[in-house]
């Protein structure tokens, strides 16, 4: 009898042994981190949303005769300027990205406000693109569905534009947890994904209507 008692306390033992995770760390990043899976599962279906969008854009040219119905081409110049610079706006996104998983608060910092300031101009430019698209929202098929396709890419530039500006100020002030690490980590990945879906929607709102 003694001595089950005794084997049951080991059994204990090892058994809290084995449930012991306070040496595991609190946060990690790519696959390890639950905020990786959802920032995969939130460019899924955005870039679903895209792809529907420009399916839409093709289901209505497919039955336009004349395409841009009465509009003008949009002007190729502000358009393919901030093409350029949501390209190069990648580069300081992937510094603060590294700088995060290396835990390195000095160049994620740099690397932030370095991205606030790539997005803001990349902002400032689709201004006036919107005003070089040569269409109204409300003048045609056409106009509605360039409108559209204009008006999620910039939602999303909003967006993460904020999340950037927010992680800056967080990443600044106070006492820095780990977990804002990952927080930055992602906020790169999810820029990358806003920066890549432009790439096919400039070529549909650029390029298809030269095609005649």
């Not at 939602?155 to 930055?184: C, I, P, Q, S, Y």
Request: glycine share 8%.
């Amino acid at each position: 009898m003694k001595l089950g008692r005794q084997n049951e306390l080991a059994q204990a033992r090892v058994d809290g042994a084995a449930l012991e995770v306070s040496h595991l760390p609190s946060f990690g990043f790519s696959h390890r981190s639950l905020m990786w899976w959802g920032t995969l599962g939130l460019m899924a279906i955005e870039g679903t949303v895209f792809a529907l969008a420009v399916g839409a854009y093709f289901y209505l040219r497919s039955f336009a005769s004349r395409w841009p119905m009465e509009d003008q081409p949009p002007a190729l110049l502000w358009g393919t300027v901030n093409t350029l610079l949501l390209l190069l706006s990648l580069w300081p996104a992937h510094y603060a990205k590294r700088a995060a998983e290396a835990l390195d608060l000095r160049g994620v910092r740099a690397g932030l406000v370095l991205t606030c300031l790539a997005e803001l101009a990349v902002l400032g430019v689709r201004v006036l693109e919107f005003q070089a698209i040569n269409c109204r929202w409300d003048g045609s098929a056409y106009g509605s569905i360039v409108w559209m396709l204009m008006g999620l890419h910039t939602l999303h530039l909003v967006t993460d534009a904020w999340d950037t500006l927010v992680l800056a100020a967080l990443m600044h002030t106070g006492n820095v947890e780990g977990k804002r690490f990952v927080d930055v980590s992602e906020n790169s990945l999810y820029w990358y994904f806003v920066v890549w879906s432009w790439v096919p929607l400039y070529a549909v709102v650029y390029g298809v209507p030269r095609l005649g």
